[in-house]
């Protein structure tokens, strides 16, 4: 009973944990400027300022739109990114995110359990890079593609699934085997080329990535296939 008591307190704690954590919500009222904290809803947050290179401490919703302005990482000196401080989430929800130049999405160099970036509902992330253990998730709905060649998933890893886009610009077919099908997971599992990942060229420089379907997805397609045409015959009888 005891030790019940303990359990259920422990996640009384983290509910309400949870419910204390807020989040800046995109509003995009103003520009496209991802870092004017003018474009963001910051009711919920005690986050007042946003800049280049300086992590935000807490989640950041953009989406379901529409939008006066779609968010854009705007072109800045050398490289940069939009940061978030360990353990928070970045979530594109049936909106677009893109980029100007060459910056990107990360976490803190010192980081120890970077930032997760959700990628769902029909949402299209575009980034030129993601970099310090930022975890891409996309769902069977929405795409990322990154701009970068050279190493655009820099400390970071990608899980794509069944449905989702992976794409790159910059990175042709065997730039991505040799630099990030070791980032690349499907539902959590390690991406394997044939089996349950394809990787193909985008016709230019740059590649695609898909997962494989199951073998049970396509024999329940070919089945609904055939019990249409099936219903489709008598009808016609």
């Given at each position: 009973m005891k030790h019940f008591c303990k359990v259920l307190g422990?996640?009384?704690?983290?509910?309400?944990?949870?419910?204390?954590?807020?989040?800046?919500?995109?509003?995009?009222?103003?520009?496209?400027?991802?870092?004017?904290?003018?474009?963001?809803?910051?009711?919920?947050?005690?986050v007042t300022t946003l800049a280049p290179n300086v992590s935000v401490s807490d989640n950041v919703l953009i989406g379901p739109g529409p939008f006066a302005n779609n968010p854009i990482i705007p072109e800045l000196d050398a490289q940069q990114r939009f940061q978030l401080?360990?353990?928070?989430?970045?979530?594109?929800?049936?909106?677009?995110?893109?980029?100007?130049?060459?910056?990107?999405?990360?976490?803190?160099?010192?980081?120890?359990?970077?930032?997760?970036?959700?990628?769902?509902?029909?949402?299209?992330?575009?980034?030129?890079?993601?970099?310090?253990?930022?975890?891409v998730k996309i769902d069977g709905t929405s795409t990322a593609t990154f701009g970068g060649g050279g190493n655009p998933i820099n400390l970071s890893t990608v899980d794509i699934a069944p449905g989702g886009t992976l794409a790159f610009i910059n990175e042709d077919p065997a730039a991505f085997r040799a630099e990030h099908l070791s980032k690349t997971f499907v539902l959590g599992s390690p991406g394997v080329e044939g089996v349950n990942l394809n990787i193909i060229s985008d016709g230019a420089v740059g590649s695609i990535i898909t997962v494989v379907p199951?073998?049970?997805?396509?024999?329940?397609?070919?089945?609904?296939?055939a019990a249409l045409l099936s219903?489709?015959?008598?009808?016609?009888?």
């Open positions: 422990t996640m009384f704690v983290m509910m309400l944990a949870a419910q204390a954590q807020g989040q800046l919500v995109w509003v995009g009222g103003v520009s496209t400027d991802m870092f004017d904290v003018a474009n963001w809803d910051l009711s919920a947050t005690a401080d360990d353990g928070y989430s970045f979530t594109l929800d049936g909106a677009t995110l893109g980029v100007a130049g060459n910056d990107g999405v990360g976490g803190a160099t010192d980081t120890t359990n970077g930032p997760t970036v959700n990628v769902i509902n029909g949402a299209q992330f575009n980034s030129f890079f993601v970099v310090n253990d930022v975890k199951e073998p049970s997805s396509i024999t329940l397609a070919f089945a609904a296939g219903c489709r015959r008598r009808r016609v009888m």
